[in-house]
């Protein structure tokens, strides 16, 4: 298994411009995570989905945040529009029991 | 309110010797719980878990202790290689959690010197 995938792996955009990040998680897993890594807030729980629902979203930090799970192998985190503050690496996981798999991440720069 | 706490930001040992790692935690429902490890430019890897029915767990250089009525735990690593040097986070989850989801601690970066 190619293990969970992420794209794109960097991302430099401008203030404003509305960023879209992909995930496709592990064939057969069930939730899927996405969370950012910042200096000062560490690893943090933005939402995560179960059997593509939307379980708890309260990470989300504005609703210039929005993430959608179609179907079972792919997932979109968007940011509109972006701001410097929102500049940070987003993992996208998945799992079927506690252990998690995360990709490589996305490094987000907003100018 | 942060329920899972690496108090520790980073350490510091010489290759060979035994790098302890810490954690603690302040939610009584949870039940398992995992230490990842994240290289520069990588996502963060599983690296070892334990639940609270065992106190111990061993898997090859890595051993985690679980000390419920503390709750707190420990990742020994032993003997440490530079290999090793990288952040550690600790989650923990309730055993029967909605299917994988943890709470991560802020992570501790350790360097392991040649």
């Known amino acids: 298994d190619a293990g969970v995938i992420q794209s794109p792996r960097h991302e430099v955009t401008e203030m404003g411009q509305e960023v879209t990040l992909r995930c496709k998680p592990i064939s057969g897993h069930n939730s899927l995570f996405w969370y950012r890594q910042t200096m000062m807030r560490g690893l943090e729980l933005l939402i995560y989905f179960n059997n593509n629902v939307p379980i708890d979203d309260s990470g989300m930090p504005e609703d210039r945040f929005s993430a959608k799970m179609p179907n079972a192998s792919f997932s979109t985190l968007k940011i509109q529009p972006s701001e410097p503050r929102d500049s940070a690496v987003y993992f996208c996981?998945?799992?079927?029991?506690?252990?998690?798999?995360f990709g490589p991440g996305t490094r987000l720069t907003v100018l | 309110d942060q329920q899972v706490k690496q108090n520790s930001p980073s350490l510091s040992v010489q290759e060979g010797r035994i790098s302890i790692l810490n954690c603690d935690y302040t939610n009584s429902m949870f039940d398992y719980f995992l230490w990842y490890k994240k290289y520069p430019a990588e996502g963060p890897t599983f690296l070892i878990s334990?639940?609270?029915?065992?106190d111990k767990n061993e898997d090859g250089r890595f051993t985690v202790f679980l000390n419920k009525s503390a709750k707190h735990l420990s990742l020994h690593i032993v003997p440490s290689q530079p290999g090793d040097s990288a952040v550690y986070f600790c989650?923990?989850?309730?055993?029967?959690?909605?299917?994988?989801?943890?709470?991560f601690g802020d992570g501790t970066t350790l360097t392991v010197k040649p």
């Open positions: 996981a998945s799992s079927l029991f506690n252990e998690q798999f």
């Open positions: 989650a923990a989850s309730p055993l029967n959690t909605n299917a994988g989801k943890s709470t």
């Open positions: 334990i639940s609270s029915i065992k």
